[in-house]
């Protein structure tokens, strides 16, 4: 069965700091690779995705993370995090072949101090 | 075009008895997945639904069950409550289509068994 490990799971830092959050999963198939955030009162909505092509895959508002598929990681960075980034941050693994499963990390929570 | 749509928004049961939460998903999505949110698990997979047939489950009791109508809308039922459901539920649409896997999410039930 796959799984994702986000080792992170509280993280504080100044406002302008570098911003890098872990995820590791294991799946010996091909996968596809999702980071999801969810600001205070609202949805969780999608930050960025890998599907294939460029292993560094930029997103919404500054984000961006790197697929090394020989290390299964798929860490999200950012060069300098706001107060506005504050939030629960969520790596995720889709599963190829069969019927398509979504697994989630259990989240890493962001606290920026301004 | 509206969002994903969750009601209702907060639940207190007992122990117990049963609950349903309904989804209606974005005009057009055709799969329904939901999702149970606790703090320190993350999000887990509970099951999909696309065209009104269960496409995948994840490894839930039988007390959890779903359903998808032909408008795609979907409803989640969890019978005999205990102690241990209390969390937030999330549906999540997608149009369906396997090349893309990109989620929309709701906001959440919020259940509390108390």
């Known amino acids: 069965a796959q799984s994702v490990s986000q080792h992170n799971h509280h993280v504080i830092l100044s406002e302008a700091a570098s911003l890098e959050l872990g995820c590791n999963y294991s799946?010996?198939?091909?996968?596809?690779l999702f980071w999801y955030v969810q600001y205070p009162g609202q949805h969780l909505q999608l930050l960025l995705k890998y599907f294939s092509g460029d292993p560094l895959v930029k997103g919404i508002k500054g984000f961006e993370a790197e697929f090394i598929k020989s290390k299964f990681s798929f860490n999200l960075r950012k060069p300098s995090v706001q107060w506005s980034d504050t939030a629960e941050y969520f790596c995720?693994?889709?599963?190829?072949?069969?019927?398509?499963?979504?697994?989630f990390g259990t989240g890493t929570k962001l606290q920026v101090i301004p | 075009k509206a969002g994903v749509t969750q009601t209702p928004r907060y639940l207190i049961k007992t122990r117990g008895q049963q609950v349903t939460l309904s989804c209606s998903p974005i005009?057009?999505?055709?799969?329904v997945s939901w999702y149970q949110q606790t703090p320190g698990q993350g999000l887990q997979f509970l099951f999909e639904y696309f065209s009104e047939t269960q496409r995948n489950k994840g490894n839930f009791p039988g007390r959890f069950s779903g359903r998808q109508f032909s408008n795609s809308r979907s409803e989640m039922n969890v019978s005999t409550l205990e102690l241990g459901d209390s969390a937030l539920y999330l549906c999540a649409s997608r149009t369906g289509q396997p090349q893309t896997y990109e989620q929309y999410f709701g906001p959440g039930t919020r259940l509390t068994v108390t």
């Open positions: 799946y010996g198939g091909t996968v596809n």
């Open positions: 005009s057009g999505h055709r799969s």
């Open positions: 995720a693994v889709l599963s190829s072949g069969g019927y398509q499963k979504v697994t």
